[in-house]
Nanobody, 123 residues
Framework: QVQLVESGGGSVQAGESLRLSCAVV????????VTWFRQPPGKQRDLVAT???????DYADFVKGRFTISRDNDKNMMFLQMNNLQPDDTAVYYC?????????????????WGQGTQVTVSA
């Protein structure tokens, strides 16, 4: 069994920073592409940033220059550094990972979601 455990959310003022973490724990062989999504209140879930196993990154236009996605492959940890936060960044943030999970049938590719962490930014 594999779980994605998120942490680092909170309430901040506009212009401040937060760093989200996502730990992939359990029967993990490897973690491939990881993506952070966010879902503002009453709106759809949107892609924020993605990072491959090799470290290639991509960002939604609305966070370019402010957010940085990174990872520590040795620890199966992923991060989202969020700077200059604005009220429009208020949302529940989720990590999503493509995981090679160790099973009794060998390694199996599966997709997992974290439980979500709330980020609230006030003006």
């Amino acid at each position: 069994q594999v779980q994605l455990v998120e942490s680092g959310g909170g309430s901040v003022q506009a212009g401040e920073s937060l760093r989200l973490s996502c730990a992939v724990v359990g029967s993990v062989d490897s973690v491939n592409t990881v993506t952070w999504f966010r879902q503002p209140p009453g709106k759809q879930r949107d892609l924020v940033a993605t990072i491959t196993f090799g470290g290639s990154t991509d960002y939604a236009d609305f966070v370019k220059g402010r957010f940085t996605i990174s990872r520590d492959n040795d620890k199966n940890m992923m991060f989202l550094q969020m700077n200059n936060l604005q009220p429009d960044d208020t949302a529940v943030y989720y990590c999503n990972a493509h995981v090679m999970e160790i099973t009794d049938k060998g390694s199996v590719s599966r997709i997992y979601w974290g439980q979500g962490t709330q980020v609230t930014v006030s003006a």
